[in-house]
C-alpha cells in the first residue's frame, strides 16, 4: 500500500504569501497529502497567534518553523536585508529540518513546494534526494518580465543590477499592456538599494528554475491568457486560490487578529453601499496623507470600512485628525478580507493592489479604485486599469500627494459608473468557477500533485 504524501510548503514571510500558500495547502490534504508549513520563526509566532485569537486552527496542518537569521526585536522592514539574512541562514535551517523529521519523528519529506522567493528550498530539496516544485504568488504577467529579467540584462535593457539602461517601455504581447520600465517591481522598493539586493536575490533564486518543472502560478488564464501562453509548459495556473465562501473556520495564516464585529456591521449596511478601503499588510502613510484620506471618507458621505492595522513596533505613527467625526464609517485594525469582500454590502474597494486583494476584489466582482504602495502594485494598477478596466486610479498632485477632493471625485466616478461594474460583474462569473472540479486551475493542481508525489 502506498504510504500518505508528505509535502512540505515553504512560503516567503509576507502576508500575501503566506495566505495563498495556506490555502494552497489546505488543497493539498483535500488531495490526500500531510502538510508540513514552514514560516520563518518570526512569521510562525505571529500565524500562531492570531490563529489563537481567531479560534483557528490548522489541525490538518503542521505548522513549523526555521530562523531567517535575524534577532527576534528586529522590525524586518528592510526586505533587502531580511533576503540576504535568509539566503544565508535558511538551507541549512531546512536540510537540517527534513533530517530531523525523518530521524526524530520517522517522517519522510515527499517534496518542496517552495515560493519563488524561497528558490534556495529546491537545491536543498535536490541536495537530500526530493523532489521540488516552485509556487509564484502573483500575477502572471509580473513572471513572465522576472522570467526574461536575464534576457532584459542580454539585450542591454536593464544593467546587471536590474537598473534601466533604456527608458522604451516594455511590450511583452498584444494583451499584456505596455508596461513602463520604472513599473519593474524592484524599481519599487522606495530606496535603490534595496530594490538592487532584491533583483539579486530574485536572480539567485530563479537560477533553480532547472529544479522544477513548472511554476504553479496563483492566477487563471481567465484572467491572464497572454502571460500564460508566453510560457505555456512552465507557467501552470493554480488560480485563484480563495477560502470558499461557506468555510470560515480553516486558518489562512493571518499575521493580524480579524475584526469579525464588521461583518454584522455590513448586514446593517444597505446592499452595494459601503466603500472598502484596506491597504495590505506593508502600506504606510504620512500623516498628511492619512489625513486627507480620514476627510475624503467622509466627504464621501457614503458608509465606509476602513483597515487601519495597528503595529506596535513600527516607528510610522499616524493619528485622525480631530475633525474626523467617523459618522456612516467604521475602522477596524485588520478585517477578515475575504468575506468582507463577498459581502453584498461592498461597492468597492480603495486598495493597493496587493496581487491577492486584487483576485479576492474581481473573484466578488468588486471594482477597484487602485492606490499602489511599492513593488508589483503598480504593474497591477496598470493591469486592472487598462486591461481588465475594472478599476480606476487616483491621480496624485506634483508632491505625489492625493487630496480629499480628488479622492471622493474618484469613488463618486467609479460609483456612478456602470461600465465598470458590468466589466466587475462579468469577470466575476468567468472566475467563479475556476476552482470547481473539471476546471482548468482544478486539473492542474490534481494533475501536478500526480506527477509531484
Ligand atoms: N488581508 C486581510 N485583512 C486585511 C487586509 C488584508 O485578510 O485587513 C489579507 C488579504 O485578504 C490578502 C492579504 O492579506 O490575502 C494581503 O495580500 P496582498 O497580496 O493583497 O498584499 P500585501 O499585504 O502582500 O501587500
Known amino acids: 500500500m502506498m504510504s500518505t504524501p508528505t509535502v512540505l510548503v515553504l512560503p516567503a514571510p509576507g502576508q500575501g504569501h503566506v495566505n495563498p500558500m495556506m490555502i494552497l495547502s489546505h488543497k493539498l490534504v483535500d488531495h490526500g497529502c500531510h502538510v508540513i508549513f514552514v514560516n520563518s520563526d518570526f512569521t510562525h509566532k505571529r500565524v500562531v497567534r492570531s490563529m489563537e485569537n481567531n479560534n483557528g486552527s490548522s489541525s490538518t496542518i503542521k505548522l513549523v518553523a526555521i530562523p531567517d537569521g535575524l534577532g527576534p526585536d528586529h522590525d524586518r522592514v528592510n526586505l533587502g536585508e531580511l533576503c540576504d539574512s535568509m539566503s544565508r541562514t535558511m538551507p541549512s535551517e531546512l536540510e537540517k529540518l527534513i533530517e530531523d523529521l525523518q530521524l526524530n519523528e520517522g517522517i519522510k519529506v515527499t517534496c518542496v513546494v517552495a515560493d519563488v522567493f524561497m528558490g534556495w528550498a529546491l537545491e536543498v530539496a535536490r541536495k537530500v534526494g526530493?523532489?521540488?516544485?516552485?509556487?509564484?504568488?502573483?500575477?502572471?504577467?509580473?513572471?513572465?518580465?522576472?522570467?526574461?529579467?536575464?534576457?532584459?540584462?542580454?539585450?542591454?535593457?536593464?544593467?546587471?543590477?536590474?537598473?534601466?539602461?533604456?527608458?522604451?517601455?516594455?511590450?511583452?504581447?498584444?494583451?499584456?499592456?505596455?508596461?513602463?520600465?520604472?513599473?519593474?517591481?524592484?524599481?519599487?522598493?522606495?530606496?535603490?538599494?534595496?530594490?538592487?539586493?532584491?533583483?539579486?536575490?530574485?536572480?539567485?533564486?530563479?537560477?533553480?528554475?532547472?529544479?522544477?518543472?513548472w511554476f504553479l502560478c496563483n492566477s487563471t488564464p481567465e484572467l491572464e491568457p497572454e502571460a500564460f501562453s508566453l510560457l505555456p509548459n512552465i507557467l501552470s495556473p493554480i488560480g485563484p486560490l480563495l477560502t470558499p465562501n461557506n468555510n470560515n473556520t480553516i486558518s489562512v495564516g493571518?499575521?493580524?487578529?480579524?475584526?469579525?464585529?464588521?461583518?454584522?456591521?455590513?448586514?446593517?449596511?444597505?446592499?452595494?453601499?459601503?466603500?472598502?478601503?484596506?491597504?495590505?499588510?506593508?502600506?504606510?502613510?504620512?500623516?498628511?496623507?492619512?489625513?486627507?484620506?480620514?476627510?475624503?471618507?467622509?466627504?464621501?458621505?457614503?458608509?465606509?470600512?476602513?483597515?487601519?492595522?495597528?503595529?506596535?513596533?513600527?516607528?510610522?505613527?499616524?493619528?485622525?485628525?480631530?475633525?474626523?467625526?467617523?459618522?456612516?464609517?467604521?475602522?477596524?485594525?485588520?478585517?477578515?478580507?475575504?468575506?468582507?469582500?463577498?459581502?453584498?454590502?461592498?461597492?468597492c474597494f480603495v486598495s493597493h493592489c496587493g496581487w491577492n486583494s486584487t483576485i479576492e476584489a474581481l473573484s466578488n466582482g468588486v471594482p477597484l479604485l487602485c492606490w499602489p504602495y511599492f513593488g508589483d502594485q503598480f504593474f497591477n494598477k496598470n493591469y486592472i486599469c487598462d486591461a481588465l478596466k475594472v478599476g480606476m486610479a487616483f491621480d496624485s498632485d506634483e508632491n505625489g500627494m492625493i487630496s480629499r477632493g480628488k479622492i471622493k471625485e474618484k469613488v463618486d466616478q467609479l460609483l456612478s459608473n456602470e461600465n465598470t461594474r458590468s466589466r466587475s460583474h462579468k469577470l466575476m462569473e468567468k472566475l467563479k468557477h475556476n476552482m470547481d472540479e473539471g476546471s482548468t486551475s482544478s486539473t492542474n493542481l490534481s494533475s501536478n500533485n500526480r506527477q509531484l508525489l
Request: with cysteine; glycine share 4%.
Open 130 to 213: 526530493i523532489k521540488g516544485a516552485f509556487f509564484w504568488p502573483a500575477a502572471a504577467s509580473v513572471f513572465v518580465l522576472q522570467y526574461n529579467a536575464s534576457n532584459l540584462v542580454a539585450d542591454a535593457i536593464l544593467d546587471s543590477d536590474g537598473l534601466p539602461i533604456s527608458e522604451k517601455p516594455l511590450w511583452l504581447s498584444s494583451y499584456i499592456p505596455t508596461m513602463e520600465i520604472r513599473d519593474l517591481w524592484w524599481l519599487n522598493m522606495f530606496d535603490p538599494f534595496v530594490g538592487k539586493q532584491m533583483f539579486k536575490y530574485m536572480m539567485h533564486c530563479l537560477r533553480n528554475s532547472n529544479l522544477t518543472e
Open 254 to 347: 493571518q499575521f493580524w487578529e480579524e475584526d469579525i464585529s464588521c461583518m454584522s456591521w455590513l448586514d446593517q449596511q444597505p446592499q452595494c453601499s459601503v466603500v472598502y478601503v484596506a491597504f495590505g499588510s506593508h502600506t504606510l502613510f504620512n500623516q498628511t496623507q492619512f489625513t486627507e484620506l480620514a476627510l475624503a471618507l467622509e466627504l464621501t458621505n457614503r458608509p465606509f470600512l476602513w483597515v487601519v492595522r495597528q503595529d506596535p513596533n513600527c516607528t510610522n505613527k499616524v493619528s485622525l485628525p480631530p475633525e474626523f467625526k467617523g459618522y456612516k464609517g467604521k475602522i477596524i485594525g485588520w478585517a477578515p478580507q475575504k468575506m468582507v469582500l463577498s459581502h453584498p454590502a461592498i461597492a
